[in-house]
């Protein structure tokens, strides 16, 4: 099986924390439907 050099998805725990703080959190989910959004543009101008 051959390894991959870049993970689908990554911890968002930085330093080894546990949690996270409402700032991170906010970040990480406008970062997903940016992440969404952008695929779906890819989408639509394929079809």
Do not use: D, H
Not at 6 to 24: D, L, V
Request: net charge neutral.
């Amino acid at each position: 099986m051959q390894e991959q050099n870049s993970a689908p998805c990554k911890s968002i725990f930085e330093g080894g924390k546990k949690e996270t703080t409402r700032e991170q959190f906010t970040q990480i989910w406008i970062t997903l439907i940016n992440q969404i959004e952008k695929s779906r543009e890819i989408v639509v101008n394929a079809c």
